[in-house]
């Protein structure tokens, strides 16, 4: 693989009023590359040697990097190599589920390190708001004094919760309903001290997997994170792509099928490939919904449940992949999801197969490749989002990437 696809070069100014900015350059510089020295950070910034030094003197009085031991045996003095402190600061990711509210801490490096999970049939809002504010308080005592370096609280929940009822139904459509005139994160504000910042669970899940995972190396893909309903997120030449409405990558309603006059309108995606057809599946046979997060969903007894579903599901993913290929021209497709893992991989070979049924004539074919982040992928980039505001370079206005 090319190097510079994997190496960006950095550049900062050496110029006093950006002191800042080029903290940033210095933090980003090390995120990417691990442990460096002082001299190598300033040829890959293009910092002053003496700007480095100070910049670096500043973040280690401030605990954000680490000296690590002197590597010996090279020409000249022994260097230190830098790194990041992983205790050096911390974010919370907050994830609002269909099925299920997720706290999630994670340190400096983007690892978690707490987490909390409740369950539940729907989202009521009483009752998740007492569970939300419960779990920070659990986690704050967890936490102990690192507690006062977490640097603010990144939020992420499917948008229009309220346009879900329909398809819920029961008691879960009344409770959904109500969200219509919530304003999720000015209730999540309310909760703690430390500041709020909101993003779609989809894009959110989608930015873990470009800082964590696959985005590491892969420039430009489509990203599908299969959970109670499938969603989806876009990165395009390093960078994610929201779109005008934050509606980009939202392939929960792209349609699977030809719309016919006078017959009923083509299902979308999210009808044929979300953990919800499963679920009504088991739930109908007297079944636990929640098994299809257990690896035990793929024994024997349950092929009845699970084959027809990995059936429907991977003829409308291969759709999907081929039909966004076309217009994209991605690099890959990445699918993850909260589904358990024996699934995911079943689901991810079927689509592989489904997928020789379509002709890639006159467009690149992405490849298919299985997510790095995994279940947690939406609260792990909901905490992610603070620590990457605060302290590394915006990529969409500041961090240069060029070829080496």
Not at 97 to 118: H, I, W, Y
Request: charged content about 15%; some cysteine.
């Amino acid at each position: 693989m090319n190097t510079a696809s994997t190496n960006p070069a950095m550049r900062g100014s050496n110029h006093v009023g950006m002191r800042q900015f080029n903290e940033r350059i210095v933090l980003q510089a090390i995120r990417h590359h691990g442990a460096i020295p002082k001299a190598d950070l300033a040829r890959l910034t293009q910092l002053s040697t003496q700007t480095v030094a100070i910049i670096v003197g500043r973040l280690l009085a401030d605990g954000l990097l680490l000296k690590q031991e002197r590597v010996r045996g090279k020409i000249g003095q022994p260097s230190v190599p830098l790194s990041l402190n992983p205790q050096g600061a911390f974010s919370v990711g907050i994830q609002v589920g269909r099925r299920n509210l997720e706290l999630l801490v994670a340190d400096f490096c983007g690892q978690p390190v707490q987490r909390l999970e409740v369950h539940y049939d729907y989202p009521d809002p009483d009752h998740l708001f007492a569970s939300m504010a419960q779990g920070l308080q659990t986690l704050q005592e967890r936490m102990g004094d690192a507690w006062q370096r977490t640097v603010g609280v990144g939020l992420t929940a499917p948008l229009s919760l309220h346009k879900w009822a329909d398809l819920m139904g029961g008691q879960a459509a009344q409770a959904l309903a109500r969200w219509e005139h919530i304003d999720l994160p000015a209730q999540v504000r309310a909760l703690t001290d430390l500041p709020v910042v909101f993003a779609k669970d989809t894009t959110a899940a989608c930015v873990a997997e470009l800082l964590q995972g696959h985005g590491r190396s892969v420039r430009s893909f489509l990203y599908m994170f299969v959970g109670t309903f499938i969603g989806g997120g876009l990165v395009l030449s390093g960078h994610i792509v929201n779109g005008e409405r934050g509606n980009a990558g939202a392939i929960g309603s792209l349609p699977v099928g030809l719309a016919n006059s006078g017959a009923s309108m083509p299902p979308q995606l999210l009808q044929k490939a979300s953990g919800w057809q499963l679920e009504q599946a088991l739930m109908a046979a007297g079944l636990d919904p929640l098994l299809k997060h257990q690896d035990s969903i793929m024994d024997p007894a349950y092929a009845p449940f699970t084959t027809p579903w990995i059936a429907q599901a991977s003829q409308a993913l291969a759709m999907t992949v081929a039909s966004s290929a076309a217009l994209l021209d991605l690099d890959a497709v990445v699918m993850d999801g909260s589904l358990g893992a024996p699934l995911m991989t079943a689901l991810m070979g079927a689509t592989q197969e489904a997928l020789a049924d379509y002709r890639f004539d006159g467009m690149h074919q992405p490849q298919l490749l299985t997510g790095q982040v995994g279940a947690h992928a939406r609260a792990l980039g909901g905490a992610l989002l603070p620590l990457h505001s605060q302290f590394f370079p915006d990529k969409d206005i500041f961090l240069k990437q060029d070829a080496a």
